[in-house]
């Protein structure tokens, strides 16, 4: 696979602007695979070249302003673009993508428990392109706009809110421009605690077999998140960028969380099924406070290369540890940070700048 350098990424972020991402997917064709319909307008600043990146399964066609381009010439992950005019463009993509296994991507998970089937996807740093065709670095920030078909009985999650239109049908409210690597969807039959706080609508999800543990600690849950979400508005002088905030606990979930905008998703360990102690409890509680931190410094400002995500990542837990200190009745997170956390920050203090 070709993977992207900075010199490619200044490059092309010198060349082009993407304006619209106009993303259709449709999840019910089947165990393996599902459909992705992309039309992507953006404006070429000079005449040039350039490359869309995509990792299809089938790529079953592509057009240029109208003309048709040839599926053959897909080199690996890159997709060329030659000979762009300066001005305005729209790329269409139609093809047949995986689902996998591997949390990378849009992953598909059948719970053993009940045999439900759940899909989300996970595209931090580069894993875009196995959902849809996409200019594939953090700088070239964009409007996303989709539309997902999904089984009956599925609820389908995204960055905005969700609306179902016809049946199976569901359009996510498109974004304000935010980064390739942070669209999210979360698709299936969940079970989700919901409620509105500071005139927006805010949710929690689980798989269907999790729903006594989530609302055993969902008032816990949603406390810390209503506490945490006040506290960072007197703290930053912007107001939450976004239009919902839904928080979803995924199976086999790689990290511990990511924050996608309007739907950061935690692994779902974080549903404790047994007695837990206080100190998990407040681990759990640094974890939303930290992503919740991310709204801001991460989705709506964002690093232009993956250089800077020590201080991406440096800065949410910082401020989680903080304001759920300040917020919240874990009152003596210091010590944790502390133990935890600052020996990690010595020791990269000594590496090499
Ligand atoms: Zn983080």
Redesign the pocket.
């Known amino acids: 696979m070709s993977v992207l350098t900075r010199n490619e990424a200044q490059t092309r972020a010198q060349l082009l602007d993407v304006h619209r991402y106009t993303v259709d997917l449709d999840l019910t064709t089947g165990d393996e695979t599902f459909d992705s319909r992309t039309a992507i307008r953006f404006t070429a600043h000079t005449a040039g070249d350039t490359f869309v990146e995509i990792k299809p399964e089938t790529l079953r066609s592509l057009s240029l302003d109208g003309q048709p381009l040839d599926p053959e010439r897909l080199d690996d992950n890159r997709y060329p673009l030659d000979h762009l005019t300066p001005g305005t463009h729209e790329l269409t993509v139609d093809a047949t993508m995986h689902y996998s296994r591997t949390g990378e991507g849009m992953h598909r998970f059948t719970d053993p428990a009940d045999g439900e089937t759940y899909v989300y996807t996970q595209l931090f740093l580069d894993d875009v392109q196995r959902v849809f065709a996409a200019f594939d670095q953090p700088d070239l920030k964009s409007v996303f706009d989709l539309t997902v078909t999904a089984p009956t009985g599925w609820t389908v999650l995204g960055n905005g809110t969700t609306t179902r239109t016809t049946d199976g049908r569901w359009t996510i409210a498109p974004t304000p421009p935010i980064s390739t690597y942070l669209v999210a969807i979360a698709a299936g039959p969940w079970h989700s605690v919901t409620t509105h706080h500071a005139g927006l609508p805010f949710g929690i999800h689980c798989r269907r077999s999790l729903a006594p543990h989530l609302d055993a600690d969902a008032d816990e849950i949603l406390d810390i998140t209503r506490s945490c979400y006040d506290r960072f508005h007197e703290k930053f002088d912007e107001p939450y960028p976004f239009d919902s905030y839904d928080q979803a606990f995924v199976p086999e979930f790689n990290a511990g969380a990511m ?1 996608n905008p309007g739907l950061v998703t935690f692994r779902d360990e974080f549903i404790y099924r047994s007695a837990v102690t206080d100190t998990e409890r407040q681990t759990r509680a640094v974890v939303i406070a ?2 919740m931190a ?1 709204m801001w410094f ?1 989705d709506l400002v964002t690093l232009t290369w993956w250089d800077d995500i020590w201080l ?2 440096s800065f ?2 910082y401020m989680g540890y903080q304001t759920l200190t300040e917020a919240t009745c874990f009152t003596d997170t210091w010590t944790d940070f502390g133990v935890a956390r600052k020996g990690w920050g010595y020791d990269a203090e000594v590496g090499p700048g």
Do not use: S, V
């Open positions: 924050e930290h992503e991310h991460g991406n990542e949410a837990e």
